[in-house]
Each structure stands twice: as C-alpha cells, then as structure tokens.
C-alpha cells in the first residue's frame, strides 16, 4: 500500500535566513615590536620579525591572538582596524590581543587599552578554511 505525499504549491516569500552580525567583546588589547623588549630577539636573529604561524610581521596586519583564535582569523579592533591572528605569545590568554607596531615609541603609546573585538571570519584547525 503506497504512502501519501504531501504536496506544498505554499511559496517562501520571507527571503533568506537572518544571519546574525557577530558579536564583539571586550579585550585587553596591548601592542608589540620585533624587538629585544617584546620578543628577546634583535636583528640578525634568524627569527627576528617572524610570526609562530612563519609569517612575518607586518604594520596594520599582525596580530597576536589566544590559541582559541586560529592562525588566519580575521578580527576587527574597534579603533584600531582589522587585522589578521598570526602570532601567539606567552601572556596572550583568554581576553588578551597584541598588535604589532614597528616602533618601539608606537608601541608604548599604543600601551593598554579595553577595546571591542569582533571576530570577521575563522579558520579551521589551521587549515583554511573559511568560516564566515
């Protein structure tokens, strides 16, 4: 004996699901250089200037995330802009961002600040794939 079928001639006119903007939340956010005062390295050192993900540095791009943030994820700063999670650090943990300014005068302008983060798209386990 064969099943009914439901049959809908019923037209979605509600559009596309909602996709909620990402929410931002609050950070500690300082700054860093390449320098013997951020990192212990100086120039000539075979690592000065390279990112634990083996970029390198880059004004306005690097950042310093919590492993929570994959190496690739792309965050906005409030005030600060969007940059890119690169690096990693032994006191960056939970609600902690370091970016990246060249100078070390910058750097201590910069100083610690209490910022809005929001997250713009993750990569999976490292591999990237983009999560928007």
Avoid: W
């Avoid at 951020?38 to 390279?50: D, F, L, M, V």
């Avoid at 929570?68 to 960056?92: L, W």
């Amino acid at each position: 004996m064969p099943y009914p079928i439901a049959v809908s001639n019923a037209i979605d006119v509600a559009g596309p699901p909602h996709v909620p903007e990402p929410a931002a939340e609050l950070y500690v956010v300082t700054a860093y250089t390449s320098g013997p005062e951020s990192t212990g390295k100086r120039p000539g050192h075979p690592a000065y200037g390279i990112t634990a993900s083996g970029k390198r540095v880059k004004a306005g791009r690097t950042a310093v995330c919590p492993r929570e943030m994959a190496f690739g994820t792309r965050i906005n700063i409030r005030g600060v802009g969007e940059r890119v999670c690169d690096d990693r650090g032994g006191a960056i943990k939970g609600k902690r961002i370091d970016v990246y300014i060249p100078d070390l005068k910058g750097a201590v302008e910069f100083g610690r600040q209490t910022l809005e983060v929001t997250v713009i798209s993750t990569k999976i386990a490292n591999r990237g794939v983009d999560r928007r």
